[in-house]
């Protein structure tokens, strides 16, 4: 089993969402993030005053599968978040010991 881990533009979780579907994926997890890297922020002009926004709205989204799949997941995140500007994100997999479902008990890739 493999963890997925994708930070993308808020814009495009959408698409990703959708493209994941398509490959089969039945459930993930997303969460609002704020952060920056190349892009390092940008400028911005409120009530004619200036200010740094370094941080950047992201969404993270997390999903747990098995290896089988992981191929696929990430060719259609990396396929569906793409824009081709800076920021458009990153995409982390790491390896997953074991997977607990809590309301019945199950283990394994019959949990995920």
């Known amino acids: 089993m493999r963890k997925i881990e994708a930070i993308i533009k808020p814009f495009k979780l959408e698409e990703v ?28 002009l409120y009530r004619g005053a200036e200010y740094v926004v370094d941080f ?11 290896d089988s799949l992981v191929d696929r997941a990430v060719e259609a995140i990396q396929r ?4 081709g500007r800076i ?7 790491s390896p997953i010991e074991d997977v607990i479902r809590i309301r019945t008990g199950e283990r394994g890739p019959e949990a995920i």
């Open 56 to 66: 950047l709205p992201k969404v993270k989204i997390e999903l747990v599968l098995e």
């Open 17 to 44: 969402k959708e493209a994941l579907h398509e490959v089969g994926l039945k459930g993930l997890t997303v969460i609002e993030a704020k952060g920056f890297g190349r892009q390092k922020g940008h400028t911005e």
């Open 80 to 83: 569906a978040a793409h824009t």
């Open 87 to 93: 920021g458009d994100g990153k995409i982390f997999v």
